[in-house]
């Protein structure tokens, strides 16, 4: 968050939300305490206080004493409190890890920061307690894994046992008699625990709200596209905004009709109701409480909402139309998939008019690679589970008419800044990266081995999701034990009335994005209803035979100057047209007829439908092995790939609401909206089809190892787009783990934590590209002296493993630091050299349009961008997740055809070189040496975060803030941001 000097305003009043307690559990009345006075001090009375504050009358003034405490800040922030006193911690739940459960979710726990603290920080870089005590240890595992011992894993993670010992207590309080929150002193990481299940919720709304409330704010902001006008009109605030209206735009009637058709049948709906509305009351009775005592997050200031000095305005309560945009923040970002239709037609028909309709079509169908044989699978026993494969003759395909595709336009009305031509711009960054949705990312990974290779003989995990890096995290810990629910884990700020990945009393579960097809792209005739002539134009639409006005969404936003926002006034209107076939993205001809291109997901509408599943993996009645654990994920319409491991089992699950497609349509491309290409049993109204039975989606128990890092499942699953080929980050981990299985060495947790570090740490196109580009390379003498030192420093460094980790903890400088640089610059040079000249021009930019070049740890390097508004190969820099999406395969595949190897599922034609070997090799030679010759600050270019040339400062890993306090940088590590180590010893 960028900060100026605060500065006096009126602000117009946001007024809180009445405030409506449960009616069957009255709050006790609680004396109102002082309004502390030290930073450190007023921290602590917002996480410790055991009451709540009456509701706060909107727009009071009050006495000016949190002025007094800015203006003492350089001598007064971040004293240290004292001890508060702390009642014993409540019996721990029933616990059969034996103290085998780690896990670990940097930066650190507590994410609220009062005024003083952001100042504080920024003045002397001093933090709140447990704002990042657990990057260090996170950080420090790339430099220590080689030589790790089981004794030392506790030194890299958090004890996840249930409880807290008493000895641990940090502090302990009852916001209501039903509830205790009990904090550990290690990592401030909230236990909460329950004597009713009302209680149970209440006190994790209360917790959530302690260590997020602003960024719950934020996002329930984000999933309604309004974040201009609650962070700040910064142009990455605008883009984002604008790219979640344009995936899930919804009227507040629409939200409320999700939140009645989600909880409204079924016991378990109900009670999830209940469980809902109960954590909501613990987030607005915090609410209420830190803005009378003037205990909130800094950033209402900061950001307009309180003014500093007289209290004015507030903070709006939570609703449960608020689950649900954020709910469908979640879903957007890592549980959908599909969608990319209209840039798979355009790379046919550049294929065809460069090939012809023959040769263009296979070309394509290799370049999609639709069941790969060479692909890592996690289902690697030859399970097969058909799914959104290509048809043999499809029906119903509507190729755009080339040229003809454009962009359906979303901004109307602007004002100001919202024009994007302000004579005046500012260095605001947004609160986000602004193509945080629409730049590809890949997410997650998972290691999992059977309890008959392992030490002990008990299954060992080292699971979780990669979520991006935040300060504070998207995601938060705790722990939760009440009636019928019994978890330790993590959970998305503003959703944590269940645990959504983590452990049980006996078992634990974790997920990586599945991203299998959900979403198709309709080709929608336009007509007018008056008869007059039909153009791109048009807002209507033939729905089986009758015109029909597209429904019109809008979203009005507006903004003004903020201390941490400096961007210039303005305003604009986000508007979405809306068919039956889904939301308009683009217009264009099929066959010189004007059509709406949409994009039909089968999770919209149903955003929060997940619920049912969550709660069932909390429940240790409901979750007890692995068939009852497939069972909860069978209620999750996310696309995940589910992981389960117990004492003596494992499992596997991929959930999603797959629609079940007419015959011969293809899901890889534009599809006719006629009745006879719709989703079976499709209803435009409830967004309801036919989806693939429980039994069709693919599952596993007990296979003796899994892996996964997105990448495809099982045999017969089709892709949601391209890349999923003979390299993939994926074989990273199935390489190492299948060693260890297959070694004769029993494996333990550490063993399994260094494969997880080892590939965390290595670069793909090191380990498995660069061998096929040396191999052909060194096929003749290399002459040249440039070239010969480039490929000598380039086969050292593949051969001492590939890796991009420094010489010593703490040196910031990679060892083969030169070879990292040339391979960094050689590769979008190597496949725009080796594959532009036998595509084309408009082949090439349609395939890398579709699936981007590259993704290094530096999101540089990415080869050229695309002419629309949104191309493949944009990146988010420093975000620690690489190597998901690229032309490894594409690379890899062609080279060996080369070199006469045996391809299985080759692309159609050779293109390096043209199929010739020496032609090839002069190819690959004259692109290595313009990036030998490519200085370092050419390279790593430099940005806000790192200066020009600063290899190893352009990778790290930046906990992107937020708020207004902000983190340290951290070496790259390609691994999960909250992880799980898991073994349990028994079980019930």
């Given at each position: 968050m960028h900060l100026r000097t605060p500065h006096l305003r009126k602000y117009r009043p946001h007024v809180p939300r009445p405030h409506v307690p449960h009616p069957d559990t009255p709050h006790p009345d609680t004396p109102v305490r002082p309004v502390p006075r030290t930073a450190a001090a007023r921290s602590a009375a917002a996480r410790t206080a055991d009451g709540t504050a009456a509701a706060v009358r909107p727009g009071s003034r009050r006495p000016g004493r949190r002025a007094a405490a800015v203006l003492a800040v350089a001598a007064t922030v971040l004293a240290l409190a004292a001890p508060t006193p702390s009642a014993g911690a409540p019996a721990a739940a029933t616990d059969l890890c034996g103290g085998r459960c780690l896990d670990i979710l940097p930066p650190g726990e507590n994410g609220n920061a009062t005024l003083a603290d952001i100042l504080g920080n920024r003045a002397f870089g001093t933090r709140p307690a447990h704002t990042d005590d657990q990057l260090a240890p996170y950080a420090a595992l790339a430099q220590a894994y080689p030589t790790l011992t089981a004794a030392q894993l506790s030194g890299f993670f958090n004890d996840a046992s249930f409880g807290v010992p008493a000895g641990q207590v940090a502090d302990s309080i009852s916001p209501r008699p039903d509830v205790t929150i009990v904090r550990d002193k290690a990592t401030g990481v909230p236990h909460?625990?329950?004597?009713?299940?009302?209680?149970?919720?209440?006190?994790?709304?209360?917790?959530?709200?302690?260590?997020?409330?602003?960024?719950?704010?934020?996002f329930r902001h984000v999933g309604r596209g309004q974040l201009s006008g609650f962070a700040g009109g910064a142009a990455a605030n605008r883009q984002l905004e604008q790219s979640f209206w344009q995936a899930a735009p919804y009227t507040e009637a629409e939200?409320?009709?999700?939140?009645?058709?989600?909880?409204?049948?079924?016991?378990?709906?109900?009670?999830?109701?209940?469980?809902?509305?109960?954590?909501?009351?613990?987030?607005?009775?915090?609410?209420?409480?830190?803005?009378?005592?003037?205990?909130?997050?800094?950033?209402?200031?900061?950001?307009?909402?309180?003014?500093?000095?007289?209290?004015?305005?507030?903070?709006?309560?939570?609703?449960?139309?608020?689950?649900?945009?954020l709910a469908s923040v979640v879903g957007a970002l890592f549980g959908s998939g599909g969608g990319g239709e209209l840039a798979s037609a355009q790379v046919k028909s550049a294929a065809g008019a460069k090939y012809g309709p023959a040769a263009g079509d296979a070309l394509w169908t290799s370049l999609r690679e639709p069941d790969d044989p060479e692909a890592v699978r996690t289902l690697h026993d030859g399970q097969s589970f058909p799914y959104a494969q290509p048809p043999a003759n499809p029906r119903g395909t509507a190729r755009p008419d080339p040229g003809s595709v454009v962009p359906e336009p979303m901004v109307q009305d602007a004002t100001g800044t919202g024009t994007g031509a302000s004579a005046a711009p500012t260095a605001a960054a947004g609160v986000l990266p602004g193509n945080l949705l629409t730049a590809k990312h890949g997410m997650s990974n998972a290691l999992v081995v059977s309890g008959k290779y392992t030490d002990d003989g008990h299954p060992v995990a080292v699971f979780g999701?990669?979520?991006?890096?935040?300060?504070?995290?998207?995601?938060?810990?705790?722990?939760?034990?009440?009636?019928?629910?019994?978890?330790?884990?993590?959970?998305?700020?503003?959703?944590?009335?269940?645990?959504?990945?983590?452990?049980?009393?006996?078992?634990?579960?974790?997920?990586?994005?599945?991203?299998?097809?959900?979403?198709?792209?309709?080709?929608?005739?336009?007509?007018?209803?008056?008869?007059?002539?039909?153009?791109?134009?048009?807002?209507?639409?033939?729905?089986?035979?009758?015109?029909?006005?597209?429904?019109?969404?809008?979203?009005?936003?507006?903004?003004?100057?903020?201390?941490?926002?400096?961007?210039?006034?303005?305003s604009y209107t986000l508007v979405m047209n809306r068919t039956a076939y889904g939301l308009v993205s683009a217009r264009g001809t099929v066959g010189g007829q004007p059509v709406a291109f949409?994009?039909?997901?089968?999770?919209?509408?149903?955003?929060?439908?997940?619920?049912?599943?969550?709660?069932?993996?909390?429940?240790?009645?409901?979750?007890?092995?692995?068939?009852?654990?497939?069972?909860?994920?069978?209620?999750?319409?996310?696309?995940?790939?589910?992981?389960?491991?117990?004492?003596?089992?494992?499992?596997?699950?991929?959930?999603?609401?797959?629609?079940?497609?007419?015959?011969?349509?293809d899901p890889g491309l534009p599809v006719l909206a006629q009745p006879a290409y719709e989703w079976l049993d499709f209803d435009p109204v409830a967004n309801t089809a036919r989806y693939t039975p429980a039994d069709r989606h693919p599952q596993s128990v007990d296979q003796d190892y899994y892996i996964s890092w997105n990448n495809k499942q099982a045999d017969g699953v089709g892709p949601a787009g391209f890349g999923n080929g003979s390299v993939h980050r994926g074989d990273l981990l199935d390489d190492r783990v299948k060693a260890l299985v297959t070694s004769g060495t029993k494996v333990g947790r550490t063993a399994l934590v260094q494969a997880m570090e080892s590939a965390a740490l290595t670069d793909l196109r090191a380990e498995d590209v660069l061998p096929d580009l040396l191999r052909v390379i060194r096929g003749a003498p290399v002459t040249d002296p440039a070239q010969a030192a480039a490929v000598q420093k380039l086969a050292a460094w593949q051969a001492a493993g590939g890796l991009r980790r420094e010489t010593s903890a703490g040196s910031h400088v990679y060892a083969d630091a030169e070879a990292i640089r040339i391979l960094d610059a050689w590769w979008p040079l190597l496949a725009e050299a080796e594959f532009r000249p036998g595509m084309g021009d408009q082949l090439f930019a349609a395939l890398s349009g579709a699936l981007q070049i590259n993704e290094s740890p530096s999101g540089g390097q990415s080869g050229p961008l695309g002419g629309g508004p949104v191309s493949a190969n944009e990146s988010v820099p420093h975000k620690g997740s690489a190597f998901q999406y690229g032309w490894w395969s594409y690379v890899d595949k062609d080279l060996r055809s080369v070199l006469g190897d045996p391809v299985a599922g080759p692309l159609a034609r050779p293109f390096c070189g043209g199929g010739d070997p020496a032609a090839c090799r002069q190819v690959l030679r004259d692109s290595l040496q313009q990036a030998a010759g490519r200085t370092a600050a050419q390279v790593y270019p430099g940005d806000a975060d790192c200066a020009a040339g600063d290899q190893w400062c352009a990778d790290t890993i930046v906990q992107r803030p937020l708020g207004g306090v902000t983190d340290a940088r951290s070496t790259w590590q390609n691994r999960p941001t909250y992880q799980q180590v898991v073994q349990f010893q028994s079980h019930r």
């Open positions: 909460i625990t329950g004597t009713t299940r009302y209680g149970t919720e209440y006190g994790a709304g209360y917790a959530a709200a302690q260590d997020r409330l602003w960024v719950m704010d934020l939200l409320q009709q999700q939140v009645d058709s989600t909880f409204g049948t079924g016991p378990r709906a109900r009670q999830a109701l209940a469980d809902a509305q109960a954590y909501l009351d613990g987030i607005n009775t915090y609410i209420d409480k830190v803005y009378r005592e003037r205990t909130f997050p800094g950033e209402y200031d900061l950001t307009g909402h309180i003014d500093w000095f007289t209290n004015a305005g507030g903070i709006d309560h939570f609703q449960l139309t608020d689950l649900v945009a999701p990669q979520t991006g890096y935040f300060a504070p995290q998207l995601l938060m810990l705790e722990e939760l034990q009440g009636p019928g629910i019994s978890a330790r884990g993590a959970a998305f700020a503003g959703l944590s009335f269940y645990v959504e990945l983590g452990r049980g009393q006996d078992y634990a579960w974790s997920a990586t994005s599945a991203g299998q097809d959900i979403t198709d792209t309709y080709a929608v005739p336009l007509c007018t209803t008056d008869g007059s002539p039909v153009s791109l134009a048009a807002n209507s639409y033939l729905w089986h035979g009758t015109c029909t006005p597209m429904e019109r969404l809008e979203r009005k936003n507006r903004w003004a100057p903020t201390t941490a926002d400096g961007t210039a006034a303005g949409t994009s039909l997901r089968s999770t919209y509408r149903h955003e929060a439908d997940s619920i049912v599943g969550f709660q069932m993996l909390n429940d240790p009645a409901a979750v007890h092995d692995p068939a009852s654990f497939q069972q909860a994920a069978q209620n999750i319409n996310y696309t995940f790939n589910w992981f389960y491991a117990d004492s003596a089992h494992t499992a596997y699950y991929n959930s999603g609401s797959n629609p079940v497609r007419a015959d011969g349509v």
